[in-house]
T-cell receptor
Framework: DAKTTQPPSMDCAEGRAANLPCNHS???????VYWYRQIHSQGPQYIIH???NNETNEMASLIITEDRKSSTLILPHATLRDTAVYYC??????????FGAGTILRVKS | NAGVMQNPRHLVRRRGQEARLRCSPM?????VYWYRQLPEEGLKFMVY????????ESGMPKERFSAEFPKEGPSILRIQQVVRGDSAAYFC?????????FGPGTRLLVL
């Protein structure tokens, strides 16, 4: 079973920031927080990951709380092409990814 | 650097036939994972392989399914005597040691 809890769906206006929350209260010290997304049943696309510190790349930012029990993925300027299912996964290197139901993000014009 | 490649992208088989799905990992990646997504369901892990070794096959159905990752060539997921319930999208991911990168998937339809 997935060790994360995400809202089933969210809406975001085009051009605005999309903030996707994730709870992972049972995360262990060796586990990273990973985010993937899946657009129209394509292959999952890696977005970003982190262990303790906040991370930023060209796609998104990841904010992890100090106790590591929750995190937020931020898409700074959402576009229609960001409409997808977003998966938050806690993951230890060398293991399998366990996907939950994810959050359906709908970006609307 | 080319991404993970899977072929065929679409495969149609009749019940009882065999299906062979191929996955070429990204250059330099020695770890391959297979996942299955049944219609309207989430992605489920099937098997994790390194070159010539199966590391974790806890998600593989006990019968008819097998996987290999030979020293040379792509990883192969083989489904013998396919049934309609095998219709799904099969995704392969590869990693150097950490982050997994997914291919576009193979859509298997069993008639």
């Amino acid at each position: 079973d997935a060790k994360t809890t995400q809202p089933p769906s969210m809406d975001c206006a085009e051009g605005r920031a999309a903030n996707l929350p994730c709870n992972h209260s049972t995360i262990s010290g060796n586990e990273y927080v990973y985010w993937y997304r899946q657009i129209h049943s394509q292959g999952p696309q890696y977005i970003i990951h982190g262990l303790k510190n906040n991370e930023t790349n060209e796609m998104a930012s990841l904010i992890i709380t100090e106790d590591r029990k929750s995190s937020t993925l931020i898409l700074p300027h959402a576009t229609l092409r960001d409409t997808a299912v977003y998966y938050c996964i806690v993951f230890e290197y060398g293991n399998k990814l366990v996907f939950g139901a994810g959050t359906i993000l709908r970006v609307k014009s | 650097n080319a991404g993970v490649m899977q072929n065929p992208r679409h495969l149609v088989r009749r019940r009882g036939q065999e299906a062979r799905l191929r996955c070429s990992p990204m250059k330099g990646h020695s770890h391959v994972y297979w996942y299955r997504q049944l219609p309207e369901e989430g992605l489920k892990f099937m098997v994790y392989l390194q070159k010539e070794n199966i590391i974790d096959e806890s998600g593989m159905p006990k019968e008819r399914f097998s996987a290999e990752f030979p020293k040379e060539g792509p990883s192969i997921l083989r489904i013998q005597q396919v049934v309609r319930g095998d219709s799904a999208a099969y995704f392969c991911a590869s990693s150097p040691t950490e982050t997994q990168y997914f291919g576009p998937g193979t859509r298997l339809l069993v008639l």
